[in-house]
């Protein structure tokens, strides 16, 4: 037995109150008439007051009611044992269905022994089917109807979907695995313990050693603008694989284009370089493939898009008469035909009469305060889906506000140079050794990225997201109005890399892993519609969530034709993780260690009791008592208060 709270305990020192009260009865003497007092001695008359106890019985009843009153606040308890039925037992097939099931006929023989081990089990068994490769996922029998797909395996989120499913139904979990045990599909061990009341069985797939060639990657670039500027490398590698030669072939549009023969070293790789590819204009749907094909052919093929474009235009805004600013920016892109941007200069009060969508992006070099025509058409531009960069020169500052993105600028700073860091958006410190002269010394808002900044701290470069589109603030010029910066080597990488990132380049790749995020739109305030359309030629989300859907994931190899919020279209190829391709196995110790983690690796049966101690509280049975004493106090009370008038 005990207290859940022993300090009110402390309460019971008001037991001295009832106590006190009846011992206010005085002992007195009734007084006699006497003729006179002359003849008595004189003596000082006694101060001790007799007491004694009243109302034994009300005095009583007063106590307990204090005691329990006290008790009751510190609640206490006993210790009692009871005997439970343990929680009823579900059964859980899982089967692994990841892009390395493929090999050979594995998926059949998954499949294949978890329906000889449903069939087997007995009648009324409660049974979940789980189908297992990025997620787990709960499937509806028959079990041969489940599919093998192209996402990878993830055993940590099949632990982690487990641990789930035991907390939300409450019961014993008895999960058998068919899966083919392959070690990249293993995350740390502390991701793989169940449940206290989960118990795994591990049926393995396949056996021996599981060699594998695939083609492990492609590299080149999604947007092409210089036809003699075409490189192709496709990479090839061997799992438990002895040296071999593979016939790696380039296919456009199904077409042939190129092929050659590489020797891959003994689980190895090897790279197979393919230079100035015939790549007309258009979009187009390239593939690499290996020959001769092994036992897992889906990985001897990358699907990737590739696109041949005229460069495009990016308009740079400058002060009317002042042509030569953008000199050096001009000359910047040219050099660098990777962007495939070409330059057309214009004064700030042609923006409103341009229609600005032909050009991908557009360059403010040190505006001052735009006239509302142009700041509107400028702002609509990014906010439908256009890019800008903004150089902040002594003319914004003097304004006191950047145009467009209406960052205030507090103040101007003397020469300054930058601290020496690197982006994500650099490769380099591309303002090393740079001076600025008269920066402005802009106030970010909340939602902006600083991408560089200043010796004293203030913003460099920061990014600024409006609508569909994006915005990047340079605090100097593009010129040598204010500072050297374009006299440096840093320049050059500054402008192609801005421009590349400006017009999406840096986001766009030939071909994306399976499961890959893919922004739809930039902001959820835009209503224009995005959309999606798969492999099979069906959209891939309802035409109805096209006005709100952020991103979408596709599930399978193929190629997506993607529409944005932006209204930008694109072809995107898709191909399984590679780390798929690898069939190496988790070795077999890691297997037993992994299922006796699991409950001691035996599920407990459905009549198992449990015995445990709990705690009982006895507030209630106090409180019965406490109201019994109340009423008792007040019988005695009443009775005594009557005796005491009629006394009177």
Not at 572 to 601: M, Q
């Amino acid at each position: 037995m005990g207290l859940f709270s022993p300090w009110f305990l402390a309460g019971l020192v008001t037991l001295g109150l009832p106590l006190w009260l009846h011992l206010l009865k005085q002992f007195k003497r009734t007084p006699q008439p006497f003729s006179s007092l002359m003849f008595f001695e004189r003596r000082i008359q006694s101060s001790s007051k007799h007491r004694r106890l009243r109302y034994l019985a009300l005095l009583i009843m007063r106590l307990a009611l204090l005691a329990l009153l006290v008790l009751l606040f510190a609640n206490p308890f006993v210790n009692r044992a009871t005997s439970t039925l343990a929680p009823r037992k579900l059964t859980v097939i899982a089967i692994d269905r990841s892009f390395s099931m493929r090999y050979k006929n594995r998926m059949a023989e998954a499949k294949e022994q978890a329906a000889r081990f449903l069939h087997g089990l007995p009648s009324g068994t409660a049974v979940q089917l789980l189908a297992v490769d990025t997620h787990a996922v709960p499937f509806t029998p028959p079990i041969q109807e489940m599919d093998v797909t192209d996402e990878a395996s993830s055993y940590g989120e099949f632990v982690r979907a487990l641990r789930v499913m035991e907390q939300t139904t409450g019961l014993s979990l008895d999960v058998h695995f068919f899966t083919d045990a392959q070690q990249t599909s293993m995350p740390a061990f502390a991701d793989l313990l169940p449940g206290p009341r989960t118990s795994l069985t591990i049926h393995e797939i396949g056996s021996g050693a599981s060699p594998n060639w695939a083609i492990q990657s492609v590299s080149l670039p999604a947007i092409i603008y210089d036809a003699a500027n075409i490189r192709l490398t496709a990479g090839v590698a061997g799992w438990q694989t002895p040296q071999a030669s593979r016939k790696v072939t380039v296919l456009l549009d199904g077409r042939v284009v190129a092929s050659k023969d590489v020797v891959v070293p003994a689980s190895g790789t090897a790279v197979a370089e393919f230079n100035d590819l015939a790549i007309p204009y258009g979009v187009h749907r390239g593939q690499v493939d290996i020959s001769p094909h092994d036992d897992l052919p889906n990985d001897d093929t990358q699907l990737f898009s590739i696109e041949r474009a005229d460069p495009r235009k990016a308009l740079f805004l400058t002060t009317p008469g002042r042509t030569m600013e953008s000199f050096f920016y001009k000359s910047a892109l040219d050099a660098s035909t990777s962007t495939g941007l070409r330059v057309q200069a214009a004064p700030f009060s042609d923006a409103a009469r341009l229609d600005l969508s032909q050009f991908a992006i557009v360059v403010l070099n040190n505006p001052g305060e735009l006239d509302k025509p142009t700041a509107q058409a400028l702002s609509e531009y990014v906010s439908n889906g256009g890019s800008a960069l903004i150089a902040a020169g002594p003319a914004t500052a003097r304004a006191s506000v950047v145009p467009i993105a209406l960052e205030h600028i507090a103040a101007t700073t003397n020469a300054q140079g930058a601290q020496v860091r690197t982006s994500d958006l650099f490769a380099t410190n591309v303002f090393d050794n740079v001076e600025f002269l008269a920066t402005p010394k802009i106030t970010p808002q909340p939602s902006d990225r600083i991408l560089e900044t200043f010796t004293d701290g203030s913003p460099l470069l920061l990014e600024q997201a409006k609508g569909e589109g994006r915005m990047l603030i340079f605090a100097g010029t593009l010129d040598n109005a204010a500072g050297d910066f374009p006299v440096h080597a840093g320049f050059l990488p500054f402008v192609a890399a801005t421009g590349a990132y400006l017009t999406g380049e840096t986001n766009s790749a030939s071909s994306v892993v399976v499961g890959s995020a893919v922004v739809l739109r930039q902001s959820k305030s835009q209503s224009a519609s995005a959309d999606v359309i798969g492999p099979d030629g069906k959209h891939e989300f309802p035409l109805s969530e096209g006005a709100k859907i952020m991103s979408f994931s596709p599930s399978r190899e193929g190629f997506y034709d993607v529409h944005s919020a932006d209204g930008k279209r694109r072809l995107l190829a898709v191909h399984a993780d590679r780390r798929e391709s690898n069939l190496e196995k988790v070795p077999a110790e890691t297997l037993i260690l992994w299922g006796h983690t699991s409950n001691d690796g035996a599920a407990r049966p459905e009549t198992e009791t449990e015995s445990k101690t709990v705690q009982v509280s006895l507030w209630r049975y106090l409180l019965i008592f406490l109201l019994i004493a109340s009423v008792g106090e007040s019988v005695f009370a009443s009775r005594y208060l009557t005796e005491e008038r009629q006394a009177s």
